[in-house]
């Protein structure tokens, strides 16, 4: 679905942002990943730190684009990581995969599965990547936002 679409049917609402602001979130997506690295806390603990890397990079991602996602809608979560493909031209099946790592998250919050430090590794490597794509996205893109 299309980012006009998103703010039509009130996933997403405009925003204007800053180099400010910008500079605030990259620093603050890099200290999660860093901690995400942690080798001495636990799985879990390392995987959420990563999946809120991910939430930092998508946030990003549609604010250099004008849009933030609405406080009032449900599902914004997934609405941010399924946004990326067009903010940030993000590779669908990256996409995807940064979803599997939403759920995950979920299941880690809200029934208190485990995780396995492969998924860990994955999601790590998965927030890299990431991190890698919207940095050379805004570089190209949105020079101006980078700090």
């Known amino acids: ?3 006009q679409n ?3 049917i009130g996933q997403l609402v405009e925003h204007a942002t800053d180099k400010k602001q910008v500079g605030k979130l990259l620093v603050a997506a890099a200290r999660s990943l860093e901690d995400a690295r942690q080798e001495s806390i636990s799985l879990e603990t390392r995987l959420t730190a990563a999946y ?3 939430m930092q990079f998508s946030m990003l991602a549609l604010w250099v684009n004008n849009y933030r ?3 009032s809608a449900a599902g914004h979560h997934q609405t941010m990581i399924q946004s990326l493909v067009q903010t940030i031209e993000l590779d669908r099946d990256q996409m ?3 979803d599997t790592f939403r759920v995950k998250r979920n299941a880690i919050d809200y029934t208190g599965d485990g ?3 492969g998924s860990v590794s994955a999601c790590l490597e998965a927030t890299e990547s990431l991190q890698g794509c919207l940095t050379r996205w805004m570089a190209k893109n ?3 936002l980078l700090p």
């Open 96 to 98: 995807l995969l940064l």
């Open 115 to 117: 995780v396995d430090a």
């Open 1 to 3: 679905m299309s980012l």
């Open 142 to 144: 949105k020079p101006e």
């Open 69 to 71: 996602p609405s406080k």
């Open 52 to 54: 809120g890397a991910i």
């Open 6 to 8: 998103l703010l039509k």
